[in-house]
């Protein structure tokens, strides 16, 4: 029935576009029917094969971007749960930057990294960090104090208590973070390559926007589309594996 | 003769208020429980009977006295695993199975094949057998509290410090648990300081019984039950135990009412 509702709603949103496109607006400079983008996106994957290059660019840029995010935000979100001196310390600046648009450190990231993969990486992170840092840092601040307790009672060493009630408790936290920093990272992508890039998703969905070519452009926009919902649903899949207790609990 | 497993000292815990008095909760409690013995200690709500539990194992340190095990002082929560301790409820790590919850207590401690087999014996004694692998959320409250217990007891302390474990079961299930318990207690022999709000289950359980005052919580008085063991429920209905409740129940009453000063309950 979900599964049901969620296709219907897929192709009523396909069909209201091509509506739209075909017999509303009738201007492929302006938007161009689903089909047309469809059609687009098979000649550059399977015929021209002209897609890969952007894609793989792209791709390793997110990669590192998020490994790097996840390296820093999860160990800092712990310190700051587990120190009020770290959180106190780190706070002021991590608000700054977290509310602070990434799109206004872009010139001087670029400045400062390169017009390489660097400065691209570092827009990304930037964006990735904020949402698995503050995920981490909540996970471990709001594990229950009951469970803490339990491993005080047992007298688990400092160390113990971190890896088998602390860590673990954070778990699912962390996972969701992680989910979250998908969709930024790709914004990040998107960012990074609007400025000097040569090749990428975002750099190809510029390029068309300026040559006013729907079809490629659009094929950049669903590319995006489908690899946010496959990180997300990669994620997913990694949370339920990682804790098969927590699904159940959410169903009661 | 061995001298007591547990002896309480003159043990007083305040909470600091800023700058009025601090807050009493519990004063002067002195206290000795022998080896062997289950004692349970019921008094009003808010008498500080779990903050006293919380003491003793060394979550909480006191504000002034001393604990001794075996005649040892406790200072702070040592190294030292000599108390088990048994939780309300919601308290297994929902992450582990219910035999990885039992091994938490014994991990780095024994090699993991003998402690392995302690969890198991542990979980069939308390009638777990066949659920070693299942998730706490898999487990009906009656057994969650079993593995609660069974992780208590899997550690082999020298004492058991039962707070209020059956509190939030439904009313038969926590009568059928309290004849588990009696069942459990007779084969390990374990001495056992067992916090409660129910005189019955107090006096069913138990070889004393220690009343609390109002808050500051002091020892009132205690009971020792006459009632031999092994015990079943046909002793709710004997004399003695029926007149033992009553007398603490009148105590009880008299405490919540001089805590209360007049207001209705």
């Known amino acids: ?252 | 003769m061995a001298g007591p497993v547990l002896e309480i000292r003159n043990l007083t815990k305040e909470v600091p208020t800023g700058n009025q008095e601090p807050f009493v909760i519990f004063k002067n409690i002195s206290l000795i429980v022998k080896e062997g013995e289950f004692v349970s200690i019921v008094g009003p709500s808010g008498c500080g009977k779990t903050t006293l539990l919380r003491v003793i194992n060394g979550l909480l340190s006191p504000s002034s006295g001393q604990i001794y095990i075996d005649g040892k002082e406790q200072t702070g929560a040592g190294k030292d695993l000599v108390m088990g301790f048994v939780f309300q409820g919601a308290s297994l790590l929902p992450w582990r199975t219910s035999v990885k919850n039992v091994l938490l207590g014994l991990e780095g401690k024994k090699n993991s094949g003998e402690a392995e087999e302690i969890a198991r014996f542990y979980l069939s004694l308390v009638g777990l057998s066949g659920f070693e692998h299942h998730y706490p959320h898999q487990l009906s409250g009656g057994m969650q509290q079993r593995v609660n217990l069974a992780r208590a007891l899997a550690v082999d302390p020298r004492i058991l410090l039962m707070d209020e474990p059956f509190a939030a079961l439904d009313a038969q299930t926590r009568t059928f648990m309290q004849l588990e318990l009696l069942r459990i207690w007779s084969q390990t022999k374990k001495t056992v300081i067992f916090i409660t709000h129910m005189i019955s289950e107090a006096i069913l359980l138990s070889d004393r019984v220690i009343v609390f005052s109002h808050r500051p919580g002091r020892v009132r008085s205690e009971f020792a039950v006459p009632l031999a063991r092994p015990r079943s429920l046909d002793i709710k209905s004997d004399r003695r135990f029926v007149e033992l409740e009553n007398v603490v129940w009148k105590q009880i009453e008299e405490e919540v009412r001089a805590a209360r000063e007049g207001s209705p309950i």
């Open chain 1, 1 to 252: 029935m979900k599964g049901m509702l969620r296709l219907a709603s897929i192709a009523g949103g396909l069909v209201l576009w091509h509506v739209l496109a075909v017999w509303v607006i009738d201007d492929s400079v302006l938007l161009v029917s689903p089909l047309v983008v469809v059609a687009k996106g098979y000649e550059m994957l399977f015929v021209t094969a002209d897609l890969y290059p952007h894609l793989f660019a792209s791709w390793w840029i997110f990669f590192y971007g998020m490994i790097l995010a996840a390296l820093v935000g999860i160990p800092v979100g712990f310190l700051m749960a587990l120190s009020p001196l770290v959180r106190d310390y780190i706070a002021p600046w991590m608000t700054a930057l977290y509310t602070t648009p990434r799109i206004a450190f872009a010139p001087v990231l670029l400045l400062w990294f390169g017009i390489d993969i660097g400065s691209k990486i570092a827009i990304v992170f930037l964006g990735c960090v904020f949402p698995i840092l503050i995920n981490s840092f909540y996970g471990m601040r709001v594990v229950s104090r009951e469970f803490v307790e339990v491993g005080r009672s047992f007298r688990l060493s400092g160390g113990r208590l971190f890896l088998k009630i602390l860590l673990p408790a954070s778990v699912p936290f962390i996972l969701a973070g992680l989910r979250l920093a998908v969709g930024r990272g790709l914004t990040g992508v998107a960012i990074a390559e609007w400025f000097g890039a040569t090749e990428g998703l975002g750099y190809l969905i510029f390029f068309a926007g300026q040559t006013l070519n729907m079809p490629i452009l659009f094929v950049g926009v669903a590319v995006f589309g489908v690899l946010g919902v496959l990180g997300f649903q990669f994620l997913q899949i990694i949370e339920d594996l990682a804790t098969p207790w927590k699904k159940e609990l959410e169903a009661k």
